[in-house]
């Protein structure tokens, strides 16, 4: 009988497979790699490929492959190698793809005319998504299913039809329920920026990828959290729609048929443009024709006709955001403001976050956790630390009816608190400006506080992660007198460091009400343009 080890040995030789088709071999990595590896690909890459993976947004990408000014072949070329790189400094592939990527680039340039909104489009996926195809294996991070194959996606059928090049499929955490992405079976995706910290989760192997260019946009999924956490935010946009906006069929994973907190697609991508496009032509394809679950509501820009009213939350009342944060929301703040938004505070205190997370907690579990631990002990992985943190040490409930209804009911006295914004001067808050954690990227395995994007997740808002600072040790100083108010709020205090942290990324998110993902982009569109930005 094949053993845990043998399984990952033969996982691992398989990723190696594809990594040693790369044409040209990397050259120049260094036998140490550096605390920061954002400077490698300058070293390794020719100055082509720099010029095809840095100098363009997807946009422009699109614009000159769709002018054919530029090859699909060589541009999938420069991603591969540079997706390459990217895995060297920080573990973030489980394959890289690199025969089915070259094919269909040749394909593609055959065309007569170029045909798709994606046409020649690199795009790399979180690997339990699945593939195109049949037969496409999918480990999901788990030894039991090292040879697990499963048909093709229905949202990556429809990128491929729209003229897109699939060519990475990236790392996620054991059960895709960390902050951390690691795994007995592919090991820890490291930070780029910085590898004594977390790359974060679920979609670390996609952050870490787009962080070192190796990448211009991908798909990721979200349950716990949005799509991505602000741990390597300096150069990208995350967003998470509300559920049954976008299809999920295909995608693989544990608890399949859970419906007391769905998982999300949505665009993790270099910029707000790009993030818009996918979901445009995403939609465009009306998934719901072909998966029945998704609401027929085709994409439509939003366009306010007002000043944007913007509520701030400073905390969510139950653990303090680290200095970092807390400037970045001061810096936004007063950009709106000056920029003519009606900018107030957003309470939490009376709304009972400690209570969101309970709630959703135990709704990521309907059976207690036992078919995941199931298929993790009886293939001998070993059960990680923060598995057993989400699975095992959070509020458990055995009326799983009962605490739906209790979620609902938290739901409709949310939708309340937000109506009553509107009494003072009639017009209600349009989204709220918030932390996407409670500080930067965490140290390894201290990633235990979700609060400030489950909550999100629990009520069904869609919502957005910009970049907008990052750590500065002089600017950025622990507040030495501040007394934490919880054991929660202790942990997080005690983590911050202002030397540990410095230079790391820093990103806020956008949420608005469910299913108004337009109006949160259009949102983000005005609150970029009052920081300055494009």
């Known amino acids: 009988m094949e053993t845990a080890q043998q399984k990952i040995e033969r996982a691992r030789a398989r990723r190696e497979t594809g990594l040693a088709k790369l044409e040209p071999k990397l050259a120049g990595l260094p036998a140490q790699l550096p605390r920061n590896s954002l400077e490698l690909p300058g070293s390794i890459l020719t100055a082509r490929e720099i ?15 769709k002018a054919r000014e530029v090859s699909v072949e060589e541009v999938t070329r420069a991603f591969l190698r540079r997706a390459a790189v990217a895995h060297a400094a920080t573990n973030c592939l489980v394959e890289l793809m690199w025969d089915q990527a070259i094919a269909r680039a040749k394909h593609l340039d055959s065309l007569p005319e170029p045909q798709g909104a994606f046409f020649g489009l690199p795009i790399s996926t979180k690997e339990h998504h699945g593939m195109v195809g049949e037969n496409v294996i999918t480990t999901a991070s788990v030894i039991a299913w090292v040879d697990r194959k499963h048909g093709s996606n229905t949202m990556y059928d429809d990128l491929w039809e729209e003229g897109c090049v699939f060519y990475a499929r990236t790392t996620q955490p054991q059960t895709i329920m960390h902050l951390e992405t690691v795994s007995n079976l592919w ?26 260019r190796g990448s211009l946009e991908l798909v ?7 799509a991505a956490l602000p741990h390597l935010l300096a150069f990208m946009v995350s967003s998470k729609p509300s559920t049954k ?3 999920v069929a295909g995608q693989t994973g544990h608890m399949a048929g859970r419906e007391t907190i769905f998982s ?35 994409w439509t ?24 944060i807390t400037r970045a929301l001061k810096e936004v703040a007063a ?56 699975i095992q040490e959070q509020p458990s409930v055995k009326n799983m009816t009962q605490l739906c209804y209790t979620r609902d009911a938290y739901r409709t006295s949310y939708a309340k608190t937000w109506n009553a914004t509107a009494d003072d001067d009639g017009d209600e808050v349009d989204v709220i400006l918030c932390p996407a954690s409670f500080g930067a990227a965490t140290p390894h395995e201290k990633s235990k506080y979700w609060g400030y994007t489950a909550h999100w997740n629990m009520l069904d808002y869609p919502g ?13 100083t622990k507040d030495l007198n501040y007394k934490p108010i919880n054991e929660q709020d202790q942990f997080i205090y005690d983590l911050y460091d202002p030397e540990l942290f410095a230079g790391a990324p820093v990103g806020l998110q956008i949420v608005g009400r469910r299913l108004q993902e337009e109006k949160v982009l259009a949102a983000l569109e005005l609150v970029e343009q009052a920081m300055g930005r494009k």
């Open 301 to 324: 820009p939003y366009n306010f006709t007002k000043p944007l009213k913007i509520a701030v939350q400073w905390w969510d009342g139950v653990v303090k955001p680290h200095p970092p």
């Open 335 to 390: 950009a709106c403001q000056k920029a003519g938004m009606r900018v107030v505070d957003w309470d939490c205190e009376k709304l009972d976050h400690k209570k969101s997370w309970d709630i959703i907690s135990a709704l990521y579990w309907p059976d207690g956790g036992l078919e995941t631990l199931d298929c993790l002990e009886g293939a001998g992985d070993t059960v990680l630390p923060l598995t057993k943190w989400i």
């Open 187 to 212: 090991g820890r995706t490291d930070n780029p920026y910085n590898r004594d910290l977390t790359a974060g989760g679920s979609s670390g192997g996609e952050s870490a990828l787009i962080a070192m």
């Open 264 to 298: 999300t697609p949505g665009p993790m991508t270099v910029d707000r443009k790009a993030m818009e496009l996918l979901m445009r032509v995403i939609l465009s394809k009306q998934p719901w024709r072909k998966d029945p679950s998704i609401v027929p509501m085709p």
């Open 245 to 247: 906006r976008i299809t």
């Open 51 to 65: 010029e095809l993976t840095e100098k363009y947004d997807v946009v422009e990408l699109l614009a000159i492959l």
């Open 464 to 476: 957005v992660v910009f970049p907008v600072t990052s750590v500065d040790a002089s600017k950025d």
């Open 220 to 226: 990721v999924t979200s349950v716990a959290v949005f």
